[in-house]
């Protein structure tokens, strides 16, 4: 057999020369048999041997003093991008659960004219996240009250907006505008205000004042 370089030795024992060139070319396509390739890693995994080499790295250099900051600013934007991929794919925590609370969970029996009271009270006293809540459910208990609404125990905002629009369609806008509103405050953390109550309060009473629409009776009902 061959050696690769300028001589060989053939079975007979006188040294044959062959030139650099051919020898070259003739390494290079033994050395691309697949036969020798079988177990090199993929694209894919060259990939990610790739990626956290570069982020052990980085890890490497928050604690070093001759990085300076750029191993603490590599690392950090990596955990940026982590925590948002985790949020965009889980969305915000405990927000499903938080949106599909009832409206009357937990609460006592009470007129909507004890709601309308109690949010009176709250909102001279600057509560505005608690006046918003009980002026909602003064809202809806009225509703309910009017027989608008079936009373339901685990009825959401939502839920009441919709089903109310269908009979008072006229100010299906505005319900669902309080909802989002109420929904904002109660679930969103987002601080309420004396508007966010008036809202609520002016709907109120413009939902005392209208009529409904009845549902058409279908053919043939006597």
Do not use: C
Not at 26 to 52: C, G, K, M
Not at 86 to 112: D, I, K, N, Q, Y
Not at 196 to 219: C, K, N, S, W
């Amino acid at each position: 057999m061959p050696t690769w370089g300028e001589v060989a030795l053939p079975a007979g024992g006188a040294p044959v020369t062959i030139p650099r060139d051919p020898a070259r070319d003739a390494a290079r396509d033994e050395l691309l048999n697949p036969a020798y390739h079988r177990h090199d890693p993929s694209l894919l995994e060259r990939a990610t041997s790739w990626f956290w080499d570069q982020f052990s790295k980085a890890l490497e250099g928050v604690g070093s003093a001759t990085t300076g900051g750029t191993g603490l600013v590599l690392f950090a934007a990596v955990a940026l991008v982590v925590g948002a991929a985790v949020w965009w794919r889980l969305g915000a925590p405990g927000r499903a659960a938080r949106t599909s609370t009832a409206l009357f969970a937990g609460e006592h029996a009470r007129t909507a004219d004890q709601h309308r009271a109690e949010a009176r009270r709250l909102a001279a006293a600057g509560a505005w996240n608690d006046a918003v809540r009980e002026q909602m459910r003064a809202l809806v208990r009225a509703l309910e009250e009017r027989t608008l609404l079936d009373p339901r125990p685990g009825r959401t905002t939502d839920e009441a907006a919709a089903e109310a629009a269908r009979a008072l369609p006229a100010h299906a806008a505005a319900l669902a505008e309080a909802a989002r509103t109420f929904d904002a405050v109660a679930y969103g953390d987002r601080a309420a205000d004396q508007a966010a109550y008036r809202l609520l309060g002016d709907l109120d009473q413009a939902l005392e004042r209208t009529r409904p629409v009845l549902a058409p009776t279908p053919e043939g009902a006597v």
